[in-house]
């Protein structure tokens, strides 16, 4: 069992920017972030293998910026040019020997 913590979420007004934080208690073959907002399915944000390999959704590239340090089993989403329908719950996902493993989300708000 791997449990997950979560930080950094919170309220920034458009164009701002926030840095969202997971430490795993265990080491993990790929980590990422995916977000739900009111009314919608979750869906991929970020991910990022153990060796490095980075995935990003179409509509945070250029904006969203992901990034591991293994050695703390850590996972970082840098957030830039926030946008209000960047609005979400964000959750931490880590797999990990083929289980998957979620955080229980931090809240991002961007207003207008």
């Known amino acids: 069992q791997v449990q997950l913590v979560e930080s950094g979420g919170g309220l920034v007004q458009a164009g701002g920017s926030l840095r969202l934080s997971c430490s795993a208690s265990g080491n993990a073959n790929v980590m990422g972030w995916y977000r739900q907002a009111p009314g919608k399915q979750r869906e991929l944000v970020a991910t990022?293998?153990?060796?490095?390999?980075?995935n990003y959704a179409d509509s945070v590239k250029g904006r969203f910026t992901i990034s591991r340090d293994n050695a703390k089993n850590t996972v970082y989403l840098e957030m830039n040019s926030l946008k209000p329908d960047d609005t979400a719950v964000y959750y931490c996902?880590?797999?990990?020997?083929?289980?998957?493993?979620w955080g229980q989300g931090t809240q991002v708000t961007v207003s207008s």
């Open positions: 996902n880590v797999r990990r020997f083929g289980e998957v493993y």
């Open positions: 990022i293998t153990s060796g490095g390999f980075t």
